[in-house]
């Protein structure tokens, strides 16, 4: 703990020393989504990014020039590649050693970091990765006394050994199966059949699995904030998840749906107790900041079962900031700042916490590009307010850099991804959707609405066939497009 400086009491006191920090904040992501807005709270802050989404209109945003296509295959590489810039190491030097932000980053982010004397306000890549596991998160929220869904770990190379596995945990024939890492929309698998088996036995074999009862659920997810004081935990989210029309994955993540009544009464109280309990297990393992993890609500019995923890900033942070902003004052991050800077600070961790229980409807859509084709774009929609006519037609309403400055329902915040001369593909992000209101039913079926605002926003871009010699390199795999 920090000892040569005075303690920050209270939030007024929090508020004023971020606004006045001068220590230099990097938050390098390919694009600014995951913080989004957090430089109106911090100063000294900039976003370090490889994809130019507000066509160099936002004063915060920092791009290093591309000399040439860039062949990324994962989100680390991104990481790697703007922090060993020469641009961005030249803006780095004789200034104050900074603090950097990342997604995802490896022991190489780390060893660039420290060549450069930055250091990355997360816990390290070899903690999250060992977390990172489902059996290791399985194994921690036990000791927490936050349950999984109904489970047993093990090897099983046959269709024979993962049914015996079963059958020794009293789990039945209809069986969800996952591997350690991964996103789980692409690593897990429902089995109940040899034929099951065959089809996805290649992934599975050779691993350690979670063995889970499949039961009649309803997903969610939830971001919380380990901190010196105990467990911050912001708003409760539903997922949205596997719609054809917006995502071509089956079973993919399309969003969520944060909606204080889409749960049955009683039930946000279990999942806000049961991230607290596990992060302060996380707290005690020597992670500390955010994380977020994935919910399974039993809809036969209500009870709430811990699904998987992401280590990291999340595809959960954006909504999770405006609402805790919004609605109690402060974005949850800065909280996560204070466990990294030089800088003691008390709260009162209860009164903070009773400021973001209680929020309206709001719904964040990712928008993948569902056709099986890669093209040349032309033209892309801007960054910012767009707003939508009765008629479904949607017009540019006014650039903006800020979640916040959405008006009525009628209106969305969408930031692109992809623009002009750059490359859309099959499962590409095309963009993210923020919006107030609901875009799904408690019935979990997309609202009109939502199937207008894909519909729309996916209709202005426009694209050519590539020729026979346009340069042109994609990622060797796919879900290196995946940027959120």
């Known amino acids: 703990m920090p000892t040569d400086t005075p303690t920050l009491n209270g939030l007024t006191e929090i508020y004023r020393h971020l606004r006045r920090n001068e220590r230099p904040i990097y938050v390098v992501m390919p694009t600014p ?80 970091c420290k060549e450069i004397g930055l250091e990355i306000a997360l816990p390290s890549n070899a903690l999250r990765n060992r977390l990172d596991s489902k059996i290791e998160t399985t194994r921690l929220g036990n000791e927490a006394g936050v349950a999984s869904a109904p489970n047993i770990m093990g090897e099983a190379n046959t269709f024979g050994d993962l049914t015996r596995l079963a059958e020794r945990a009293g789990l039945g024939a209809d069986l969800v199966v996952q ?9 897990t698998f429902f089995i109940k059949s040899q034929d099951d088996w065959d089809k996805f036995a290649s992934k599975m074999v050779g691993q350690q699995l979670k063995i889970m009862k499949r039961i009649n659920h309803l997903p969610g997810t939830i971001e919380g904030c380990a901190t010196r004081h105990g467990t911050l935990v912001g708003p409760v989210m539903t997922d949205i998840t ?98 990294f800077m030089d800088v003691d600070y008390a709260i009162d961790i209860e009164e903070v916490q009773s400021r973001w229980n209680h929020y309206d409807h709001w719904t964040q859509l990712i928008l993948k590009q569902t056709e099986d084709k890669v093209e040349l774009i032309t033209r892309a929609p801007q960054s910012g307010i767009w707003r939508m006519e009765s008629d479904g037609e949607i017009d540019f309403v006014r650039p903006s850099h800020n979640i916040n400055a959405l008006g009525g329902e ?52 426009k694209s050519v066939p590539l020729s026979a010699n346009t340069p042109i390199r994609m990622p060797a795999d796919m879900t290196a497009g995946k940027w959120f």
Request: with cysteine; proline share 6%; net charge negative.
């Open 33 to 112: 989504f995951n913080l989004m807005g957090l430089d109106q709270w911090v100063g000294g802050l900039e976003f370090v990014n490889y994809f130019d989404i507000f066509d160099g209109r936002h004063p915060r945003v920092f791009l290093p020039t591309q000399a040439e296509p860039q062949d990324f295959r994962s989100m680390e590489d991104v990481g790697n590649y703007l922090v060993d810039h020469p641009e961005f190491r030249e803006r780095v030097k004789g200034r104050e050693p900074g603090l950097a932000l990342f997604v995802q980053f490896d022991e190489k982010t780390e060893e660039l």
């Open 179 to 187: 591997t350690p890492y991964g996103d789980s929309g692409r690593t």
């Open 242 to 339: 596997g719609f054809e029309e917006i995502t071509p994955y089956k079973g993919g993540w399309c969003g969520n749906d944060i909606s204080p009544s889409i749960l049955p009464d009683g039930v946000p109280e279990k999942v806000r107790d049961m991230a607290r309990k596990f992060g302060d297990r996380l707290y005690a393992e020597g992670y500390k900041g955010v994380f977020c993890i994935d919910f399974l609500l039993d809809t036969d019995t209500n009870e709430v079962y811990l699904g998987e923890l992401n280590p990291r900033i999340s595809g959960a942070s954006p909504p999770t900031n405006l609402i805790t902003s919004t609605y109690g004052g402060c974005p949850m991050f800065l909280f996560h700042l204070l466990e």
């Open 410 to 461: 009628d209106e969305a915040f969408y930031l692109r991804v992809y623009g002009v001369g750059e490359f859309c593909y099959h499962g590409a992000d095309l963009g993210c959707l923020l919006a107030r209101g609901r875009m799904q039913s408690d019935d979990r079926e997309l609202l009109k609405r939502a199937r207008q605002w894909n519909a729309a926003i996916k209709g202005q871009f």
